[in-house]
């Protein structure tokens, strides 16, 4: 049966059918592909939709999202380091004299520096020898020269504390006493970067309170085996001779850097260091000694 034949009411409706079909098509078309004005794409204007709103659904409802606990916001703990218990210094009753090491250790030690005019001349022959030392400075001294400080670190030397103004600590009170090495011990801080572990009573003179106020401020007492007496100006070769007569495993050797002339202790270190070097003699600094 043709158009012609169908019914006018049958035609109309097919009619508006395919009306309907074409249009929605059309509106397809437009939003599936691209237009060409004058040759080129132009890319059809977006609308703005709505989103669907979900049509509900038989069966069991979905179950509501946790909220985050206070547990699951706490980091985990499990991959850092862990955690050590800060190192208590021992409270000694009396100063090391010696060190233990493998061999023929030694350590060589300086007081009352650091001195601009003696303590580099000293620092250049440990440096050509490739030797490192322990130098106890004084920290009215370290005020002066705090680049001499700045350079025993870097060359690795062990700067112990020795007090300010080196006093007699047996005619100080206690708080004195911690004045003395507290300033001391910041300023070092403060030239070098790092506070000193060692800490050496003045003329050798200890008490209760030093031991404990060394311990307390995170020191070890040192004090020396072999005394060289270079402070009471000798000659070159009695200091030569001294060292060389007390040298022995585990020996600590006192000198001085400061305090008066040290000429005779800058000369005698380069004559003696190699023929200490040349007997098998390790020169080295200490460890430290915790409890």
């Not at 977006?46 to 909220?67: E, F, I, M, N």
């Not at 499990?78 to 004299?97: F, I, N």
């Not at 493998?102 to 005019?117: C, E, H, I």
């Amino acid at each position: 049966m043709t158009n012609d034949q169908l019914p006018p009411r049958l035609l109309t409706r097919r009619r508006a059918l395919l009306a309907g079909a074409a249009a929605v098509g059309a509106a397809g078309t437009a939003g599936l592909f691209t237009t060409f004005a004058g040759g080129e794409r132009v890319l059809p204007a977006a609308t703005p939709t709505r989103a669907a709103t979900p049509t509900p659904v038989a069966g069991p409802q979905a179950r509501p999202l946790l909220k985050p606990s206070a547990y699951r916001l706490q980091p985990l703990t499990g991959y850092g380091p862990p955690e050590v218990a800060p190192r208590r210094t021992l409270v000694r009753r009396a100063p090391l004299l010696r060190v233990s090491g493998r061999g023929r250790t030694m350590v060589l030690t300086f007081d009352d520096g650091p001195d601009a005019r003696y303590t580099p001349y000293i620092l250049d022959t440990l440096r050509e020898y490739d030797v490192r030392a322990m130098f106890f400075v004084c920290g009215e001294m370290v005020a002066e020269n705090k680049d001499i400080v700045a350079r025993m670190a870097e060359e690795g030397h062990v700067i112990g504390n020795h007090t300010w103004s080196h006093p007699l600590l047996l005619k100080l009170g206690r708080g004195r006493i911690r004045e003395e090495m507290e300033r001391t011990s910041d300023i070092i801080e403060e030239s070098c970067g790092e506070r000193p572990v060692w800490f050496r009573a003045p003329y050798g003179a200890w008490n209760r309170a030093a031991f404990q106020l060394g311990a307390e401020l995170g020191m070890e007492p040192m004090a020396w085996t072999v005394d060289t007496l270079d402070w009471t100006t000798p000659g070159t070769g009695t200091i030569i001779e001294r060292v060389g007569q007390g040298a022995a495993p585990g020996v600590v050797v006192l000198s001085h850097d400061a305090g008066g002339d040290r000429s005779q202790s800058v000369h005698a270190l380069r004559a003696y260091l190699p023929r200490l070097l040349d007997a098998g003699y390790h020169l080295t600094v200490p460890e430290r000694h915790y409890a």
